[in-house]
Every structure is written in C-alpha cells, then in structure tokens.
C-alpha cells in the first residue's frame, strides 16, 4: 500500500512529463482517426440505405437497394470465395518463381539469358491482363495444348505478377552490397554457393513484403479470370446472379464488400509479416 | 535469415500443393472415362456399329462412353438458363469440376438440354463460357453441343452446325415506359441498345448479311439514323435504363426477354409488332476433332418427338408461360 502511494506521489521528471504528453498526443490523434472512420462507414452505409435524408434546404437521397436478394445470395456469392483464393495462392506462387528466375536473368551476362528476361517482362508488361487471360484460353489450343479457364486464368496472373514483381526481386538482389558477394568469394565460395546462401537470403527479406502487396492486388485483378466463364469465383457468381434477376447493382456491392473484407484481413496478415521481418533488422 | 528462407519456400511449398490439389479436380472427368470403358462396348454397339468406320473418333460415342453430355449454356438469362443458387451438386456427379450439374441451373434450355441426356441414357452437364466465345466456333473441344437459345444465321452456319430449331423467338423493341414512343418508325434518329455479338445488335446496324435470317421472317424495317450502343449483354440495356440512365431510349432483345423485365418490375414498355423472328436451336462445332453427324442426328429426332408429343410446349408454357414453340408462319 505505501509503496502504491509512494510511486503515485512522486513528482515525474521533465523526461516523463514530455513523453506523457507525446502518448496522448498520439492516442488521441488515433481516436479522432477511429471517429472519423466511423463517419466515413456511416456515409456509405447511408448512401446505399435508400433513406432520404435532408441537409439545410437540401434533400439527398440514398441508392435503392434490395437486401432481400442480398439476403437470399449470399452464401451463394460468398461460396466464390474460396476459388477466388486458390486462384490467387496458385498464381503468386507462379509469379514468385517467374520474378525470381527473370530477376536473376536480368542480372546475367549472358546476352540470350538478359534477352530473354528483357523480352518477356516487355512483353507481359505492354499488353492487358484481360487479353492474355483470352490469349491464353484461345490461342494456346491451336498448338494442341488445351488449357482449361482455369488454368488459362493461373498461367496469365501468374506470367503477369511474375513480369512485375521481377523488378522488386531485382531492386532486392542489388540491394544487399558488393561487399557481401565480395566477402563469400574470399572465403572460397563459387558463385552459386554465393547466391544461394549470401545474396538470396538477404535479397527475400527486402523482397517478401512488397511481394504481400502484390498478392492482395492479385487478389482482385482474379476477378479478371471469370471473363472466359469457366471460373466459379466471386466476380463471376455476383454477375451472374445479377443479370439473371435483374441485380446487377446489389450482387456487386456484396462482391465489393468481399473484396473489401478479404484485403482488410489479408493487409492485417501483411503488417504482422513486415514487423516479424523488421525484427531481423540490426 | 534461414528461418526467412524457410518461411518463403514454405509459402511457395503450399501454394503448389494447393495447385496440386486442384489438379486431380480438373482431369477427374479422364479418370473416370477409364471405369467407364468396361462398359463401353454395350453402349457404344447400337451407333458405332452402323456408322462407317471413319477415321475420326465418334462425338455420339464418346458421350456415351464417358456416360455425360457437356452442353454450353449462358446462364445470364431467366428463364431460358439461370443458375439455381439453391442447388447443391451431386457427391456422384460425373461432370467435370469447372462445369455445372443439372442441379445447379435450371430453366428452358437446361431442360431441353436434359432431355438431350436423358434421351442418350447419360448425365447432362453444363459448361458456362461467355457467349462470344460460344458463337466464335473453334471450341477446343471443351464441350460438346451449345443449348443455349441460339438463333440460325448464316454466318454462324459457316462455323457451327444446327439442329433443327427446338423454339422460335421474335425480337421486339422495348423503351423506357416513360419515353414516349410508341412505334418504331418513331424511334428514327435516336439512340438504341443491343448485347453485343447478338442478332438484335446485326438488325440495329442493319447489317442483314450479319442477321442472317430469310426475308419472310423479317417483319420490320430499322428506323431511320439511328445510333447503335452495344453493351456486354441485353440484361445491361434494361437494367441501365432502369437505374435512369439516358445513353439510349429503347433496346432491341427476345420478347421473352422483354417480358421477363417487366414481370421484374422494370419501368420499360415493349412496342407493339415483332420486328424479326428467330429460330433457336442446338449447335455444333464444325472445327471439332470429333465426329458430329451422329449426336447430331439424334438432337433432331429428340427435339422433333418433343415437338410432335407436345413435351416442349409443355416445357415452354412452364418457363414462359406461353406457348412458344409453334413456328410462325
């Protein structure tokens, strides 16, 4: 009891005293971000509530909509969800391997190897993610290799993250120092030995949360795979049922809303994996 | 650092064992073809037998050996096709994995397409690709036959076969019941909307060698100036009139199509007077490695029992609630 009183009574030294100040400063900067959020979520629900609603001598109305056809598809467009992942794990898996082996072609001295990682990452780069999705599912057949709308789908995310990331793998090789590669050669390491446990390890870490990014990015630009119809996903549930009964507007806003959901979550995974990462730094 | 490498391999590790999982998935409809082929012979004997021994592989026998009928059909549209969003697939099913079962969509092309299956004695399946891709022809081989509301023209006929039609559409104008207008000459000079690849959007441009169809089904001539705005489907059309855009008055589609809008409450009036009609039927790839002359042999002696027993208007008036069938004269 005396020592409570004790530690409570004692007057705080001008250091604490600034560091308070610096705390609460920052709770309630982060309170008034919360409140504001809160303001923002009830505008939009308002604007979709269909609710008049009257501001000085100004009457806004809010967008109709039917919350019974929400009501009654949802668990059929939330069942989209699970393809709309596996869709996305697949391909950024493919997009690793791409990034990683055009960075490392990039890298090369080999004239056809820096070709041939400059070509494809042109390539990909200047033409549509749409298109090479239909290239992919139209033209491959021609050359007797028939792709389902999935696997279409997989193989042009994955070529196209693949084409982008490969420009953060590379500012990830190059960022760990000439000093490391020159290090790992004076101890007799060969050049393989050297990327493989002195570059490349380094060179992930720099490289893994940017690559968080680009997956929940792809995670919405797989709605793009729905176009050719053979993919069950989110974007293609919520369209169909739409048009057929004449929804279009509220069987998007629920897919948005999934979307929207799906990013928050994935974003929150991202920031646990970027401070785990940190910790490393020295 | 090696707990890093292991983190990311890891990642890229479960992301190819979900890729894998996925695999079996899609090749199932190969793996079962194989239990199938023990009975193969007794299905196959009646048509492959007396079909001359042509190098191609038979389209007739080939779905009876895998014992399902993979048929295309848009599921945009209630209710030729629309998926049953309370269905759930079948543990035994057949179909392949991206394809839908007989209980996951339903309407009147669904269940002319089912009669097709039934009548073979194998599961109906149903692929679902985008229309374009279905009228475009050179299908890959991914699936069989399209039943899927399909009007004859004759540029279709230059990459897909028809059966014989199994339900006769006309096409009629609807503007937004507020417009004003009241026949289709008096639409001249303004805007009018169509899906996109459609007979309805050939008619608009006036362009008759893309319709396709024989003068005496042509009941109306396009209005005079007119701007064409085609958008990705018919169901685009209503749906931007009914959210009060002004982009375009009216839209050209299926009356049953218009109908359908206004069962749905649409502020949209249908004009009096069809302005063609159309004669839907089955299709064929004509760039299929398989053989089609058989299969489709026996969509035409299907459809016209139905015809001749009263089964489709039965079907028609379930759907549509009219009668609809009937060629018009």
Redesign the interface.
Known sequence: MSFFSKTQNAPKSQAELLYDIQVRKERRFRANVGLSWLILVFILVMAFSGQEVTIGSKTFSGIQIDTEFMR??L??IAGGLGETI?IS??S??LA??LALLAALGRLSTVPPIYALSTFYVSLIRGTPLYLQIFFF??AL?QLGI?L????AG?LALGLNYGAYMSEIFRAGLSSVGKGQREAAMAIGMTPAQTMRRVI???A??FA?PPVGNEFIAMTKDSALVS??????ELMW?ST??G????H??EALIMAAMFYWVMTLLLTYIQSIIETR?AR?DR | MKKLLTLASLLVLASLVLAACGTPATEAPAATEAPAATEAPAATEAPAATEAPVMEKDMLAAVLERGYILVSTDPNYEPQSFLNTEGTRPADTKCPSDALTNAEIQGFDVDAATAIGDALGVETCFATPSWDLITAGSWSDKWDVSVGSMTINTSRQQVLDFSVPYYYTPAVIAVAADSGFDTIESLAGQALCAGVSTTYEAWLNNDMEALGLPDSSIYAAVPEGITVVPLETDQECAQSIASGRKDFVGYVTSETVVDANLAAGLPVKKLEGAVYSEDLAAAFDKSSTLDTASLLAKVDEVFTAMHADGTLSELSNKWFGMDITQAPN
């Open positions: 009654k598809n668990t059929f596996r794990l697949m950024i898996a690793m391997i599912f139209l057949p028939i389902s709308g999935l696997w997989v490349l390890p380094q992930l870490r893994i176009a050719t119809g053979f993919v069950h549930r169909k049922v048009r057929a009964q004449f279009n507007l990462l490393g």
